[in-house]
């Protein structure tokens, strides 16, 4: 099994940054590919970013040229960095980890509001 806990989100006035961190534990090595989802209220969770084990990226539009995604393999943590933070950026943001056998794992999520 793989445990997921996500830290960093927080309040920001809208154009500053974030730096969201997701730590992983159990059967690390386990993990293939890993991302960012998130959900604001009544709404459906989406997408946001995706990286490979070997550190290929995906991004969302509403997001590219915004967030970075990157992985730490040897601190067993996937981080989302967001710049130029909007008010629509405001959502609970979820880590996701897929293993080798397809089983799917989720964190707990981190509230993000960009507000003024």
């Known amino acids: 099994q793989v445990q997921l806990v996500e830290s960093g989100g927080g309040l920001v006035q809208p154009g500053g940054s974030l730096r969201l961190s997701c730590a992983a534990s159990g059967s690390i090595f386990s993990i293939n590919a890993m991302g960012w989802y998130r959900q604001a209220p009544g709404k459906q969770r989406e997408l946001v970013a995706t990286?490979?084990?070997?550190?290929?990226?995906n991004y969302a539009d509403s997001v590219k040229g915004r967030f970075t995604i990157s992985r730490d393999n040897a601190k067993n943590t996937v981080y989302l960095q967001m710049s130029s933070l909007k008010p629509e950026d405001t959502a609970v943001y979820y880590c996701r980890a897929v293993d080798y056998s397809y089983s799917a794992y989720w964190g707990q999520g981190t509230q993000v509001t960009v507000s003024s």
């Open positions: 990286i490979t084990r070997g550190g290929s990226a």
